[in-house]
């Protein structure tokens, strides 16, 4: 059983940064394929980046794509969200997620539309609130 638990949300003006945090307990393989997503009110859930978590490219949504940045303390088993030049389009709920490795198969040929079905573990969430 894996059990995953966000944290760092909080609220930033425009052009400021946060960064958040995916503490991940239970066995996870290599080949497994870790992703962080958002919510906005309203919305559809969104990937925002997606990678293995035994390593390799990570694969970012164009919209986050140079701001953001995900990486993994193995030593901690913790995942991490940097988040800079946020954006007020980025006010959402934040959730990190664990999936089969064809999540990021799919993920790297773009199909981030198909991503949330395909994860199976998710965390509760952390909300990040951008101001203008």
């Known amino acids: 059983q894996v059990r995953l638990a966000e944290s760092g949300g909080g609220s930033v003006q425009a052009g400021g940064s946060l960064r958040l945090y995916c503490a991940a307990s239970?066995?996870?393989?290599?080949?497994?394929?870790m992703g962080w997503f958002r919510q906005a009110s309203g919305k559809e859930r969104e990937g925002v980046t997606a990678g293995y978590i035994g390593g390799g490219d990570r694969l970012y949504a164009d919209s986050v794509k140079g701001r953001f940045t995900a990486g993994h303390d193995s030593a901690n088993n913790t995942h991490y969200l940097q988040m800079n030049a946020l954006k007020p389009e980025d006010t959402a709920m934040y959730y990190c997620?664990?999936?089969?490795?064809?999540?990021?198969?799919?993920?790297?040929?773009?199909?981030?539309?198909?991503?949330?079905?395909?994860?199976?573990?998710w965390g509760q969430g952390t909300q990040v609130t951008v101001s203008s």
């Open positions: 239970g066995t996870t393989a290599p080949t497994a394929c």
């Open positions: 997620a664990a999936g089969p490795p064809q999540a990021c198969r799919e993920a790297a040929v773009g199909n981030w539309v198909a991503l949330p079905r395909l994860f199976g573990y």
